[in-house]
T-cell receptor
Framework: AQTVTQSQPEMSVQEAETVTLSCTYD???????LFWYKQPPSRQMILVIR??????QNATENRFSVNFQKAAKSFSLKISDSQLGDAAMYFCAFLYSGGGADGLTFGKGTHLIIQP | DTAVSQTPKYLVTQMGNDKSIKCEQNLGHDTMYWYKQDSKKFLKIMFS???????INETVPNRFSPKSPDKAHLNLHINSLELGDSAVYFC??????????FGPGTRLTVL
C-alpha cells in the first residue's frame, strides 16, 4: 500500500511571493501519477497539476510548478506570484497507473493562507 | 455544463435512517469513485467502479453500497445511518486511470 505525507499542516505567504508546499510518498510501484488538488472554502476539489512518474521533466501550469524527485519520492508544489485566490487546502495525491480501478491516495493536506 | 454533479449538496437526517446520494458525470468517463472527507479534511477512497469491476475499500462498512444504473451514474446508498457517518462525500470520475474530476460534494449530517 502507498502512503502520502504532507508535513506542513499550514503555510502562510505574502501576496505576490512564492511558496513551496511539501509532499513525500512511499510506494513500491514504478509507474504512477502524482497530483496536486486545491480545495477552496467552496469545498470543490480542483485539479492543479499532474505529473507522470516516467517523465523526468517537471510539470508546470502557469504559476504552478512541481519539483518531482522520483528517487527521493518527493513531489513539492511551487506557487509563484501568490494571489488571494490561491488561499485553500492543498492536497497531494498518488495514483497507481497499473490495472484495476484504484482510487487516489491523499495526504492530509496543507492549509495555505495568503497575507494581503 | 456541469461535468460531475451530485445531489443533494446538503443532507440532514436522523440516526437509523436510510439515505442515497446521486452522482452523474457527462464526461464520458469509464470509471467513477466515491470518497469520504472527514471532519479533519482527510479524504479516503470508499469505492471505485467501472463496467468491469467494483473495488471496495475494506474499511467501508457494508451499510454503504454503490449502485450504478449506467456508465454515467454511480449512486451511494447508506443504510442505518450512524453519527460517525457525518462527513462530506465526493463523487469523482476519470478516463483510463488519468486525473479524476470531482463533484461538488454532499455534506451529510446525522443527528
Amino acid at each position: 500500500a502507498q502512503t502520502v505525507t504532507q508535513s506542513q499542516p499550514e503555510m502562510s505567504v505574502q501576496e505576490a511571493e512564492t511558496v513551496t508546499l511539501s509532499c513525500t510518498y512511499d510506494t513500491s510501484e514504478s509507474d504512477y501519477y502524482l497530483f496536486w488538488y486545491k480545495q477552496p472554502p467552496s469545498r470543490q476539489m480542483i485539479l492543479v497539476i499532474r505529473q507522470e512518474a516516467y517523465k523526468q521533466q517537471n510539470a508546470t501550469e502557469n504559476r504552478f510548478s512541481v519539483n518531482f524527485q522520483k528517487a527521493a519520492k518527493s513531489f513539492s508544489l511551487k506557487i509563484s506570484d501568490s494571489q488571494l485566490g490561491d488561499a485553500a487546502m492543498y492536497f497531494c495525491a498518488f495514483l497507481y497507473s497499473g490495472g484495476g480501478a484504484d482510487g487516489l491516495t491523499f495526504g492530509k493536506g496543507t492549509h495555505l493562507i495568503i497575507q494581503p | 455544463d456541469t461535468a460531475v454533479s451530485q445531489t443533494p449538496k446538503y443532507l440532514v437526517t436522523q440516526m437509523g435512517n436510510d439515505k442515497s446520494i446521486k452522482c452523474e458525470q457527462n464526461l464520458g468517463h469509464d470509471t467513477m469513485y466515491w470518497y469520504k472527507q472527514d471532519s479533519k479534511k482527510f479524504l479516503k477512497i470508499m469505492f471505485s467502479y467501472n463496467n468491469k469491476e467494483l473495488i471496495i475499500n475494506e474499511t467501508v462498512p457494508n451499510r454503504f453500497s454503490p449502485k450504478s444504473p449506467d456508465k454515467a451514474h454511480l449512486n451511494l446508498h447508506i443504510n442505518s445511518l450512524e453519527l460517525g457517518d457525518s462527513a462530506v462525500y465526493f463523487c469523482a470520475s476519470s478516463h483510463a486511470r488519468r486525473e479524476q474530476f470531482f463533484g461538488p460534494g454532499t455534506r451529510l449530517t446525522v443527528l
